[in-house]
């Protein structure tokens, strides 16, 4: 599976955009990038999922750089509520297995008043 | 309900003792999976169920670890002569279709285990 780096941590201001980066240079082209975020005390709230697309939810905006090594996680206006760990994650395509949707340690956002 | 509900949200237990934890998934929801998280870490993968058989435990650390899902929709977690090292928040996730190109994983507050 491919490894995923993260920031340990980062801040945000309320009210701005949250830009969280991911590395994943070994990414193999059958792995789809996925995020998932952790509010404390909870279960991880899946995100979004992109392939190699920039994508768009009501949640957020994933945009994965043209050679798939790197990917951006952006909540366009962060609010206090989002403050949480977010993952990320890179898995294949056709999986028989849930092994590999393989949680690393994340990076924790605040979000700052 | 609506989401993955988990019983007990609490267990205090002492070192050898017996615990079963409950997963009730989404109606419908055909997959199943156990993770466990370990403070400050992300969680770890321990076994997927589809239907009523597990595809996958290869995530269970050792004999003393077991679940079962007799009737494809409520899975139990079992852990026999517990450890202070089996303490963490056991973590229950279920999706509509084993996980392909949607995935999306829903998962249950969890179960927080306290082994003293």
């Known amino acids: 599976d491919a490894k995923t780096t993260q920031p340990t941590s980062m801040d945000c201001a309320e009210g701005r955009a949250a830009n969280l980066p991911c590395n994943h240079s070994?990414?193999?082209?059958?792995?789809?990038v996925y995020w998932y975020r952790q509010i404390h005390s909870q279960g991880p709230q899946y995100i979004i999922h992109?392939?190699?697309n920039n994508e768009t939810n009501e949640m957020a905006s994933l945009i994965i750089t043209e050679d798939r090594k790197s990917s951006t996680l952006i909540l366009p206006h962060a609010t206090l509520r989002d403050t949480a760990v977010y993952y990320c994650?890179?898995?294949?395509?056709?999986?028989?297995?849930?092994?590999?949707?393989?949680f690393g340690s994340g990076t924790q956002l605040t979000v700052l008043p | 309900g609506a989401g993955v509900s988990q019983t007990p949200s609490n267990k205090v237990t002492e070192k050898g003792k017996y615990v079963e934890l409950r997963c009730d998934p989404i109606?419908?929801?055909?997959?199943l999976y156990w993770y466990r998280q370990s403070l400050g870490q992300g969680p770890e993968f321990l076994i997927y169920?589809?239907?009523?058989?597990?595809?996958?435990d290869s995530g269970l650390p050792n004999d003393r670890f077991f679940a079962v899902r007799p009737e494809g929709s409520v899975s139990t977690l079992k852990i026999q002569r517990t450890e202070r090292g089996d303490s963490a928040v056991y973590l229950c996730?279920?999706?509509?279709?084993?996980?392909?190109?949607?995935?999306?994983?829903?998962f249950g507050e969890g179960s927080r285990l306290t082994v003293l």
């Open positions: 996730a279920s999706s509509l279709r084993p996980q392909g190109a949607n995935g999306e994983l829903f």
């Open positions: 070994t990414i193999s082209g059958n792995e789809y």
């Open positions: 992109g392939l190699k």
């Open positions: 994650i890179v898995r294949p395509f056709s999986s028989g297995s849930a092994r590999q949707l393989t």
């Open positions: 109606s419908g929801h055909t997959a």
């Open positions: 169920f589809q239907g009523t058989g597990a595809a996958d």
